[in-house]
């Protein structure tokens, strides 16, 4: 008969900080172990629960999750011990969520107040820890059964370690357990899978300044947990090892942490209101020539806003710049988003899609079903006083800073080695040291705010039963998950702080000169850009683009001579894989110029266009090239889409070109920052000294 197996309901994952395994590993060869469930406890945080069910949802793994926790507490007489805290369901999650957002530390491994715990233990289940635990300390003192049996009226269940040094505290609190009807489940308390990883978890002790860690921390298989609890009757090892881990796993529902609902903003006639506004702009901005296809192109946006639900979204981000007073001069806008007809008939984004020949598919995808991202640079100065008032806007329960997750950097696991090694003089191979960093690096270090991002909670969502909250060292709460695990459930609205808009208002408000009113193509301002007796471009260098010495020795290469030149610069300058060894290889070698080139993700989708391949196709490729799925060799359909190419007489270099490149950036983005920058060279060449005073106020790093 085969021996079932066990359950782990006790290890730790990269998530938490304290191992070498992500959780994504843990479930990936505990399945292959076919381990039927276990329970992934972190020590203090519960930022695995998200990755652990986007594992689940695209990896059929046989092994179930528990979601838990190690949860540090103090209670009344000051002592601080560790519970285990597994969630048996909904209401134990809405507890869990709840014990966290109103703890909201800014500790990155917080201490729960024990009896908040006790008050919101429904549908938890605690289990008694395991060495932090207090049980475990209590045997270690030999403290009296009938103090045992007092603490253990706590727990539901009761962990037990396979380590030789613990044998007869185990044989005691088994038989204590026994008597009183708590059931007993071995754990591994595990860190690590492969035993080959011990040496990397003791770097992580020696990182976190533990005590000399000495026990071998890894999950352990039935048989070796079995062998673990040989001094016990066979039954009685089976029961702890096998029968009761199964137990406790199966009062444990699946729970769904990721939401599937929408819960975005709803604005009561938001799509009437969205386009009457616009088509009133719209008569204003273009001749009655042009309204034809500007009519289309609206109509086209309008289309997909509705589809995706984001009408309200868009009124919102209008309402908050009337609150504030700001124009679509003082402001940028980030991303394809920035080329919008919607946004720029709203007054949101300065940039015209016709003039500047941005298609809606670059926006919406080619079935107009991709949600509109506004990203929003606004005034340096002023980031925190239009935060605040996001959350006064019109049907919006709470307006929350998102969050981000720290972790350990490559760089930073090669640092803990050398630290280990020097202060243990046990030293390394070069190639056990890269098997170490690999282990190390990944693991949570802290979490922060985003630098500008806002969860959008709309008016009437419990919000903290879908996310917790928690604060950062500075007071500012933010939402616990970071916001991609809640993409298609929220609306994020960034409003990210830039130098150059506050130096634009700045320079506005000293000379007295209207920002709108301002040339995007002043030829005094292009000058800047020309090359001096020696072949070099000077003169705009403490424009805020061009302050890089590479986007400079571009322009001297380049001799852009009008502002769409100067957008492919900058769309050149920020793609990945595009100019150097690529672009700048056809203007040295083939005597391309400027005109000739590629810069962007529209430029891709425009000359695929003008070889005749259809728009859905061109979209595919584009897109395929712009994420740098072709040139990794990571697209089954690249030899395909490269035939077709061919017979529509596509140039040989096109195709090279794509070959090569790893990203491109968007158009839209490129020409909202340029507008930017032709401004402020505006001021340069007509206010040469209220520029130069401000720039020296602005250092390098306030760009980067």
Request: charged share 30%; with cysteine; net charge negative.
């Amino acid at each position: 008969m085969d021996l079932e197996e066990r359950i782990e309901l006790h290890i730790h994952s990269k998530e938490g900080g304290d191992s070498t395994v992500y959780v994504g590993e843990i479930m990936k060869q505990l399945s292959e172990q076919n381990i039927p469930a276990v329970a992934i406890t972190n020590t203090s945080n519960i930022f695995c629960f998200t990755e652990l069910e986007m594992v689940r949802k695209y990896r059929k793994y046989t092994t179930r999750a528990i979601f838990g926790m190690e949860m540090p507490v103090v209670d009344e007489e000051g002592n601080t011990y560790s519970i285990s805290v597994l969630v048996r369901n909904d209401t134990g999650l809405k507890n869990l969520y709840g014990l966290i957002s109103d703890n909201a530390s800014a500790e990155d491994f917080p201490v729960y107040e024990l009896r908040e715990l006790l008050k919101h233990r429904e549908g938890l289940l605690l289990g008694s820890g395991v060495e932090s635990g207090k049980i475990y300390k209590m045997l270690m003192n030999e403290e009296t059964t009938e103090n045992l049996n007092e603490a253990l009226s706590l727990f539901d269940y009761v962990e037990v370690l396979p380590f030789e040094k613990y044998e007869s505290a185990n044989i005691r609190i088994i038989d204590i357990c026994g008597k009183s009807g708590i059931p007993v489940v071995a754990v591994s308390d595990a860190h690590y899978i492969d035993p080959e990883d011990r040496m990397a978890y003791k770097i992580i002790s020696h990182w976190h300044r533990r005590n000399k860690c000495t026990e071998d921390y890894r999950f352990l298989n039935t048989e070796e947990m079995l062998k673990a609890f040989s001094y016990l009757p066979e039954d009685k090892a089976r029961e702890v090892v096998i029968k009761n881990t199964h137990r406790i796993a199966e009062m444990c529902e699946t729970i769904s942490i990721i939401p599937r609902e929408k819960y975005f903003p709803k604005m009561e006639n938001a799509a009437e209101t969205l386009r009457n506004r616009c088509y009133e702009n719209l008569q204003q901005k273009y001749s009655e020539k042009e309204s034809v296809r500007a009519e289309e192109r609206l109509e086209t946006e309008l289309a997909a806003l509705q589809k995706t639900e984001m009408e309200s979204y868009v009124l919102l981000v209008r309402e908050l710049l009337d609150k504030c007073g700001l124009r679509a001069c003082d402001i940028s806008l980030r991303g394809c988003a920035a080329g919008s007809m919607v946004l720029y008939l709203m007054g949101i984004s300065e940039v015209d899609p016709l003039k500047y020949e941005l298609e809606p598919e670059i926006l919406f995808g080619i079935d107009n079903d991709r949600e509109i991202d506004i990203d929003i640079n606004v005034p340096a100065d002023r980031q925190e006083e239009i935060m605040q008032k996001a959350g006064t806007l019109t049907g919006i329960e709470a307006a929350v800073r998102a969050s981000t997750f720290l972790t350990v950097t490559r760089a930073f696991a090669e640092s803990l080695v050398e630290d280990y090694m020097e202060d243990t003089g046990y030293y390394f191979l070069m190639d056990r040291m890269e098997e170490i960093v690999l282990k190390l690096a990944g693991n949570f270090r802290g979490r922060g705010k985003h630098p500008g991002g806002m969860i959008l909670f709309p008016a009437g969502c419990d919000y903290k039963r879908i996310s917790p909250l928690t604060k950062t060292e500075d007071g500012t709460l933010i939402a616990y998950y970071e916001y991609y695990f809640m993409w298609h459930s929220f609306i994020k609205l960034d409003l990210l702080s830039h130098a150059p808009q506050e130096m634009l208002i700045r320079l506005s408000e000293q000379t007295g000169v209207n920002l709108e009113e301002i040339p995007t193509e002043d030829s005094e301002v292009l000058a800047l850009f020309r090359t001096d007796e020696n072949g070099v471009v000077t003169g705009c260098a403490d424009l805020p683009e061009f302050r890089s010495e590479e986007t400079r020795k571009m322009v001297e290469k380049l001799h852009p001579d009008n502002f769409d030149d100067l957008v492919k610069i900058c769309t050149l300058s920020h793609g990945t894989d595009i100019w150097e060894g690529n672009m700048q290889v056809l203007v040295e070698e083939k005597g391309f110029n400027i005109k000739d080139i590629l810069g962007s993700r529209d430029d891709i989708f425009h000359h695929i266009l003008a070889l005749g391949v259809d728009r859905v196709t061109a979209f595919e490729i584009s897109e395929a090239v712009r994420k740098g799925t072709v040139s990794r060799a990571g697209n089954a359909k690249w030899p395909s889409w490269k035939k077709i190419l061919m017979q529509n007489g596509v140039e040989e270099w096109f195709l090279w070109s794509c070959e090569r490149i790893l990203y491109l950036f968007p158009k839209a983005h490129a020409v909202s920052y340029m507008i930017v920058n032709m401004k402020l060279g505006w001021f340069k060449v007509h206010y040469p000294g209220q520029f130069d005073r401000m720039v020296k106020q602005y250092p390098e790093e306030r760009f980067l």
